[in-house]
């Protein structure tokens, strides 16, 4: 009797699980059969093409890389039960960025939750309409005018600390870079000092940095999905760790603006009158003084995601342009020749980068530019699609989701001639007119872009004028850009550690600029 009934269960639940296997496919039978009108890599049973993305972040991008160049836009890729398709044809990407369809981000972007919250980067399309509304004030020309001070104070510390490299040997530039980014996006973003660069103390960068390559890989590694099994991992341990102490920095910071507020409001003062310059979390959280309300977690959530955005996303691209200019000596010159017919031959010390200077720095602007073209911040983003999309001979079905491959775009051939080459001038007025406007889309495009597009552009700007003016950048063995290693860890990332050397530069009267 116990035999029988055991075996009556084991049939049972063998037929159980057949039956969901078979009402899972149907329910997805649309899916399959449209995807069937897409090229595109082969698929096993069950896992798709997963099998592709195995290894390090270096690997998944190379294989992405591969595919991309591999298959016409749009093609299609199957991760396990899930359908995404791929496009980088500039026209498909216009489609796809302003349509409503395709306005939510997709579901793998939930594997950063538990560090950013629902902030503007993760947010559901209606919490982000709500959010980015309120928040888009605190981007205005008034406010960031206040926060180049900031950044110029910063970057004079920079290169100060950056003595000791002088006439030296090939050295870690991100190590300085990153240091003076979370100096300024502290003090912009919190309104507080880290003295990150004086102190030289990078546990916060060292978090971001073990939380980026964590959330990639684990978006690619689909066994990894489930909660139950990625949090007993090494790596789900790691991520928490690191979490709590990020976390830990923001709470802790809000608790003290929150304390200093109510003793203001006690004492019948505003902390508007006496604070001259005032901090993205202070303007969210006087956004909440007057009706507007954030939660604390949400202010968190908002701040988390700016400090991401402000210190990683402008070190790495600083790094990058560092990588081209010493690359690049011709190039580099022009830059100088452009700073100095701004400041002449004066110290950055003694006649720092001031706001309206920054307007006349069109050519580093071009340098900037075309270094975000090769090496675009966000390489490949991902969104989901909500309902059928049409977009030109496809249409990309409902429950599916499209990945815009945005390093292909900016490399692509057919839309810029030797793209490989570091050439700024693609970007005069004249070069830009003649390109599709969504062929070269750094940060985003369309409704859900990057909010802070204007504050990064400045920050870079004033980092790099500071650096140029003050040293000479030298590479000992320059690389091809196509040999140059990259991987994503979200963000595009070298491999190898970016290595430079500095010299004091001399004007044309023998003297140190």
Known sequence: MVVAMSSML????????????????VQRFRLYKESAKFPGPPNLPFIGSAHYFMGSTQDILNKCQYLLETYPSPFRVWLAGRLFYVAYD???????????????KEDLYKFARPWLGTGLFTASASKWRIHRKLIMPTFNPRILESFVEVFSVQSEIMVREMEVEVNGGEFDIFHYVSLC????????????????????????????????????????????????????????????????????????????????LKNNENHGTLPSTEVKRK????????????????????????????????????????????????????????????????????????????????????????????????????????????????????????????????????????????????????FLPEECAKRHPYAYIPFSAGPRNCLGIKYAMLAMKVLLATVVRKYIIKKDNVLPIQDIKLKADIMLKPVDVIKIRIERRINENNKVD
């Open 10 to 25: 084991a049939i049972a639940s063998a037929i159980f699980i057949l039956a969901f296997i078979l009402l899972y496919y």
């Open 90 to 104: 500039p026209e498909q990407l216009k489609t796809i960025f302003l349509s409503p369809k395709t306005i939510e």
């Open 181 to 260: 980014t979370l100096d300024i996006i502290c003090e912009t973003a919190m309104g507080v000092s880290s003295n990150a660069q004086t102190q030289r103390n990078s546990a916060y960068v060292q978090a971001a940095k073990q939380l980026f390559e964590i959330i990639y890989s684990r978006m690619f590694k689909i066994w990894l999905h489930p909660d139950f099994i990625f949090n007993n991992t090494k790596l789900g341990k790691n991520m928490h760790e690191c979490i709590k102490y990020v976390h830990g920095l923001t709470d802790d910071v809000i608790k003290r603006k929150k304390l200093a």
């Open 279 to 426: 901090a993205f979390l202070d303007l969210l959280m006087e956004l909440s003084h007057e009706g507007a309300k954030f939660t604390d977690e949400e202010l968190r959530e908002e701040v988390d995601t700016m400090m991401i955005a402000g210190n990683d996303t402008t070190a790495t691209v600083n790094c990058f342009v560092m990588l081209m200019l010493a690359s690049h000596p011709e190039i580099q010159a022009k830059v100088y020749e452009e700073l100095r017919e701004i400041y002449g031959s004066e110290d950055p010390c003694a006649a720092p980068v001031k706001y309206e200077d920054l307007y006349r720095m069109e050519y580093t602007e071009r340098v900037i530019k075309e270094t975000m073209r090769i090496f675009p911040v966000g390489p490949l983003l991902v969104r989901r699609v909500t309902d059928d999309l049409n977009i030109g001979e496809f249409t990309l079905t409902k429950g599916s989701s499209v990945v815009l491959g945005i390093i292909k775009t900016h490399r692509n051939e057919e839309i810029w001639k030797d793209p490989m080459t570091f050439n700024p001038d693609r």
